[in-house]
């Protein structure tokens, strides 16, 4: 047996009573319809038309002033050797100080060496001809980074003071951030040389030699003077033969009668 809905037999009996009704009926179906969907064009559309702008702003106004900061800051070469390698990126003096500190670096492989440098630039780069190049005696890094300025937003240069003479990095801005544009720099390995051979002159202290002491100058002849010479009275020394008799004035007395 068909169970009847009393809800939609009302209505269907109310509508079907006259073509009046049938006909309001229709205009209000349509009118709610209408009315829904202009609610929730209003709702969604003005939403999403303002949260859009409203993020293109913030990101119009927060990237200019995010990279001339970092791009001005110098760095040295304690900061990048502490820094994580995905930061070596964020700035020409990060990228510029990353490839000198790894360049002179003597103590790693030269397969440790060459992906050092790949990190922040192409590896195809790192080639012989750029090994060959490779210093093979220590080098000092004098200094932080000194970003030479007018050099361009996507392309900047560098100098990085060391001992064997001033590195000059060009750098780029790519999509992964700034990396050593070709040709990649290099030191003279005559100045390296040159720079190892020169030795370090110091001042010597001035050393104050001790005076002697004086020694009075009775107590040094006495010491120096033989055991023979220190006696006070020395005794005469008898001379053998007859004893010589004196010349005298007046005659010897004769024998008393």
């Known amino acids: 047996m068909r169970t009847v809905n009393p809800i939609t037999t009302a209505i269907r009996s109310w509508v079907l009573r006259s073509p009046g009704r ?40 927060t990237t200019p002033v995010a990279t001339p900061t970092a791009a001005a800051k110098e760095i040295t070469e304690t900061e990048v050797a502490s820094m994580p390698t995905s930061s070596i990126g964020r700035s020409p003096a990060t990228a510029a100080m990353y490839y000198a500190h790894e ?31 490779r210093p093979t005696a220590p080098v000092s890094i004098l200094g932080p980074t000194r970003t030479l300025s007018g050099t361009g937003t996507t392309g ?13 990095i060009a750098v780029t801005a790519t999509d992964d951030g700034w990396r050593v544009d070709s040709p990649l720099p290099t030191l003279d390995l005559d100045d390296v040389a040159a720079a190892l051979a020169t030795p370090r002159t110091t001042t010597p202290s001035p050393v104050t030699a001790p005076s ?28 053998p033969g007859p004893i010589p ?12 009668a």
């Open 156 to 168: 900047t240069t560098v100098e990085i003071d060391t001992s064997a003479g001033t590195m000059t």
């Open 212 to 239: 002697p002491e004086r020694t009075p100058e009775h107590q040094l002849s006495s010491e120096s003077a033989p055991p023979a010479q220190q006696a006070t009275v020395l005794a005469p020394v008898p001379v």
């Open 22 to 61: 049938l006909a309001s009926g229709i205009a209000i179906m349509v009118a709610l319809l209408y009315l829904a969907r202009l609610m929730i064009t209003t709702v969604t559309g003005t939403a999403g038309d303002t949260a859009e702008p409203l993020a293109n702003a913030a990101n119009t106004h």
């Open 103 to 133: 360049f002179v670096d003597t103590t790693a492989s030269p397969t440790q060496w060459a992906v050092a440098l790949s990190r922040v630039t192409r590896p195809e780069r790192v080639n012989d001809t750029l090994a060959a190049a």
């Open 245 to 256: 008799i004196p010349e005298l004035d007046t005659p010897l007395p004769g024998p008393i």
